[in-house]
């Protein structure tokens, strides 16, 4: 039979990984990730713009020791957990200029002083100058150039660059999945909570941001074996992973005092849950993942010394007089405030996202998480169980080691950047193992009820510094206004938020449909 004369037939179809462009194409990674990371500056900016100065849990302290780090001030003399510090004359109040308003969610915030650039310097304490000096060199330098409130907002706008890449990165590790799940538990790990955070003059943003993206990138590192991943049958590593994992580690092993802690627990829960002989070969033969690791734990080892030497995990000293089994009692009663600290409670600690948006997260989190432990292995369960024990006992135990001298000090964004991995370890144990059309239904919900989430949080935050949380849009005079007109910071985010939402569900759909390749004929 010639060649003209054989039955016309297709070659098979190459699997689509990413999501779709122009007429069908997979668009590019470096795309993606451009995307990703300008929606979430966006966000991030929104929120750094609808903060005042001084209203994120303690952004005096960390602004004064960023103004200090990058003039040389790393090891200045400490008192307890006091350490004073020469910084421009501009701090000496930083403490105080927004006393008026925190801690009262009813006042709004346009009583708090001006602030403004001041000449000279001054000496100034500041309750952070023990903590590991990275991220404080990397914010201080926009007092370089700048001052006044100016400079705490570009600080701010620092913080929401480092934390946009991080929380990018980790979005391009989970939408290279063929399950819209990944994607999905990745959008549930990032709370309101986080974005808050992310426009603030704080390590705790970037700490969130690198925990996240580490269980986002280590989890793809481990993919399950057999038909419906890599697992033993492709154990060759991706570079692209291995570095977005070092990087994520490397922000941990800097960040702040118990950042190395939450970097040892992700990595421990992780091989726990999905690791392989033949994969760990694989990761220890590679030239990236071998060097990287020995610089990561340089990296530790330095951070580590930093904190002994310095005693940063050292609290403030609210000396509390309990038997120990009151003690024990009265730190299980705030786990369940401290739930809600993971998902929204703004300000210091004055500021409580709605009724609603709690639901909604703790419920899709729920669902997501029974989901997981239905169709996981006896590995993966104990993994997840062994994220929400973590995340119950540790802080307590946290608590119980020190109430005598620091009270019962924990806030549940301490342990953030670990337990957000309990939605995105969830996501990947129920990639593939789940129906498409179901699965695709179930994440568009929950994507979209996270959506609804963020722009209620978002707003009934501006209303408090606005309004104070008594009063209401349109019905009262407004208190204190934003850089920003109330009104546009409010478009901009409706609109990011809407934005965001239609590009995941974009990708969601093309897990569930990928886009048809033309048939290419055999001849």
Request: net charge neutral.
């Amino acid at each position: 039979m010639s060649r003209v004369d054989q039955p016309p037939h297709t070659a098979p179809l190459p699997r689509v990984t990413g999501t779709t462009g122009v007429a069908g194409r997979p668009s590019s990674p470096r795309r993606r990730w451009w995307t990703a990371f300008a929606l979430l500056s966006l966000l991030g900016g929104l929120w750094a713009l609808a903060d005042p100065v001084f209203s994120v849990p303690d952004e005096p302290a960390h602004a004064v020791y960023a103004a200090a780090a990058v003039r040389g001030e790393l090891w200045a003399p400490t008192t307890g957990i006091d350490t004073t510090v020469t910084v421009p004359a501009t701090y000496a109040n930083a403490s105080t200029a927004a006393a008026c308003f925190i801690y009262d969610g009813t006042v709004p915030a346009g009583c708090a002083e001006l602030f403004v650039a001041q000449p000279g310097t001054a000496e100034v304490v500041t309750t952070a100058g023990r903590y590991p000096p990275a991220y404080y060199l990397f914010a201080g330098s926009a007092t370089l150039v700048a001052d006044g409130a100016t400079a705490i907002y570009l600080m701010r706008f620092l913080t929401v660059l480092v934390c946009a890449a991080l929380l990018a990165s980790a979005f391009l590790s989970v939408s290279e999945r063929r399950s819209p799940w990944p994607l999905t538990g990745l959008v549930l790990a990032c709370t309101p909570m986080v974005l808050f955070f992310t426009g603030a003059v704080n390590p705790q943003g970037p700490e969130l941001a690198a925990g996240i993206a580490l269980w986002a990138s280590a989890l793809a590192l481990f993919p399950p074996p057999g038909p419906a991943g890599d697992g033993d049958d492709a154990p060759r590593v991706a570079p692209r992973l291995v570095l977005r994992c070092l990087a994520a580690m490397a922000a941990l092993a800097l960040i702040r005092p118990l950042s190395v802690v939450w970097l040892g627990l992700i990595v421990g829960v992780v091989l726990l849950a999905r690791a392989t002989g033949p994969r760990l070969v694989a990761l220890l033969r590679d030239r990236w993942m071998l060097l990287g690791g020995l610089a990561v734990g340089a990296m530790v080892a330095m951070t580590a010394v930093w904190v002994l030497a310095r005693d940063a995990l050292r609290q403030w000293s609210r000396p509390v007089d309990l038997e120990i089994s009151r003690a024990a009692l009265f730190s299980v009663s705030k786990l369940d405030g401290e739930l809600a600290e993971m998902v929204g409670v703004f300000g210091w600690l004055d500021n409580a996202a709605p009724g609603l948006v709690q639901l909604l997260w703790i419920g899709a989190v729920a669902v997501l998480a029974v989901l997981a432990a239905a169709v996981g292995t006896r590995r993966e369960r104990l993994a997840l169980v062994a994220v929400v024990a973590i995340s119950v006992v540790m802080p307590v135990v946290s608590e119980l080691s020190s109430y005598r001298e620091s009270a019962f000090a924990w806030q549940g964004r301490y342990i953030l950047a670990f337990s957000a991995g309990l939605t995105v370890l969830s996501g990947y144990l129920l990639a593939d193992r789940f129906p498409d059309d179901i699965g695709w239904r179930v994440c568009r919900g929950l994507v979209v009820a996270a959506g609804v989430a963020h722009l209620v949080a978002f707003i009934g935050n501006l209303n408090r510094y606005v309004h104070g949380i008594d009063s209401f849009w349109f019905l009262d005079e407004p208190g204190w206004r934003p850089p920003l007109p109330a009104w546009l910071l409010i478009a901009a985010f409706i609109l990011g938020t809407a934005a965001a939402v239609a590009g995941l569900l974009r990708v969601l759909r093309g897990r569930q449909d990928p886009a048809p390749l033309p048939a290419v004929p055999a001849g």
